[in-house]
């Protein structure tokens, strides 16, 4: 069982960046969930993917079951379309998490349980799904151009619109200044 926190005993399953997961999940009474846990050693970007027999729903939580749980990202998917969560995440331990559900509400009833569950009845939709977790580096805030690194070209691109707001304003206070000049050198190189 991977049921995460949904359950009284909690589990969920340890899983390294590039794995690809085949996986089944059902409707069942409690609903079925499917959790997954990736450790991060410093802030990274979490590409978190799906393509599901039914109505999927992909959410990333970040605390742990004895505590308060924190959501970072959320999305869903139709049955056999993608839908995936690209988010920079910090440094800490986080849950994946897939299931079947809609935006409005939980997907409770049309989904199988897995086929060795001798419980099984028709469902409208199938149980299974292949699911993605993939990771990289998150990208610098001062990285203005989208280069891939904080440098000349960036300053440059700070310093034309010294004064004024938009482009350059890294600390959001509405004016490009010190303030901003001081985190982009931060994140130089």
């Given at each position: 069982?991977?049921?995460?926190?949904?359950?009284?005993?909690?589990?969920?399953?340890?899983?390294?960046?590039?794995t690809v997961i085949d996986g089944t999940c059902g409707t069942g009474s409690p609903r079925d969930t499917?959790?997954?846990?990736?450790?991060?050693?410093?802030?990274?970007?979490?590409?978190?993917?799906?393509?599901?027999?039914?109505?999927?729903?992909?959410?990333?939580?970040?605390?742990?079951?004895?505590?308060?749980?924190?959501?970072?990202?959320?999305?869903?998917?139709?049955?056999?379309?993608?839908?995936?969560?690209?988010?920079?995440?910090?440094?800490?331990?986080?849950?994946?998490?897939?299931?079947?559900?809609?935006?409005?509400?939980?997907?409770?009833?049309?989904?199988?349980?897995?086929?060795?569950?001798?419980?099984?009845?028709?469902?409208?939709?199938?149980?299974?799904?292949?699911?993605?977790?993939?990771?990289?580096?998150?990208?610098?805030?001062?990285?203005?151009?989208?280069?891939?690194?904080?440098?000349?070209?960036?300053?440059?691109?700070l310093l034309s619109n010294w004064g004024r707001s938009g482009i350059g304003d890294l600390n959001g206070?509405?004016?490009?200044?010190?303030?901003?000049?001081?985190?982009?050198?931060?994140?130089?190189?």
């Amino acid at each position: 069982l991977n049921d995460g926190c949904s359950l009284s005993s909690t589990a969920s399953v340890p899983i390294d960046c590039g794995t690809v997961i085949d996986g089944t999940c059902g409707t069942g009474s409690p609903r079925d969930t499917d959790w997954y846990t990736i450790t991060l050693a410093s802030p990274g970007r979490v590409v978190w993917s799906a393509e599901a027999e039914f109505p999927v729903q992909l959410l990333v939580l970040g605390g742990t079951c004895e505590g308060v749980l924190q959501l970072a990202a959320e999305t869903y998917g139709e049955p056999c379309a993608s839908a995936a969560i690209d988010t920079c995440l910090d440094a800490g331990t986080w849950f994946l998490i897939v299931g079947p559900g809609y935006p409005e509400r939980n997907l409770n009833r049309g989904v199988p349980c897995p086929d060795d569950d001798p419980k099984t009845e028709p469902g409208f939709f199938g149980n299974r799904y292949v699911a993605t977790y993939q990771c990289a580096g998150c990208a610098s805030p001062a990285d203005l151009n989208g280069d891939g690194v904080v440098d000349g070209a960036d300053l440059g691109l700070l310093l034309s619109n010294w004064g004024r707001s938009g482009i350059g304003d890294l600390n959001g206070d509405g004016v490009v200044n010190g303030a901003d000049l001081g985190l982009l050198l931060a994140d130089w190189g």
